[in-house]
Nanobody, 123 residues
Framework: QVQLVESGGGLVQAGGSLRLSCAAS????????MGWFRQAPGKDRDFVAA????????SYADPVKGRFTISRDNAKNTVYLQMNSLKPEDTAVYSC????????????????WGQGTQVTVSS
């Protein structure tokens, strides 16, 4: 069973940057597609970004295109989310997820989840 642990969240001013990390244990991520999702208080969990097992394919939600970058280092069993030009509306709990086979951007298609890390962007 894969365990995922996110880190790198925190409080940042609007316009600032954060880099989130998602470290895996209990298995290798090299055969999993990976995704980042976020959930603001009182809202549904939303797709943010996804990356294929080899890193050759990525996808982003429209609100973060051009500002966020997903990447992975399979040798370190870690996935990253670089977030630039942060806005107050980016405030949410960010979670990473792993999908055993194929490709997906819907949360229900993912098999393993981390606990999440809080990102708060002040105006």
């Amino acid at each position: 069973q894969v365990q995922l642990v996110e880190s790198g969240g925190g409080l940042v001013q609007a316009g600032g940057s954060l880099r989130l990390s998602c470290a895996a244990s209990g298995g290798t991520l090299s055969t999993y597609a990976m995704g980042w999702f976020r959930q603001a208080p009182g809202k549904d969990r939303d797709f943010v970004a996804a990356i294929s097992w080899g890193g050759g394919r990525t996808s982003y939600a429209d609100p973060v295109k051009g500002r966020f970058t997903i990447s992975r280092d399979n040798a370190k069993n870690t996935v990253y989310l670089q977030m630039n030009s942060l806005k107050p509306e980016d405030t949410a709990v960010y979670s990473c997820a792993a999908k055993r086979k194929g490709w997906a951007t819907a949360p229900y298609d993912y098999d393993y989840w981390g606990q999440g890390t809080q990102v708060t962007v002040s105006s």
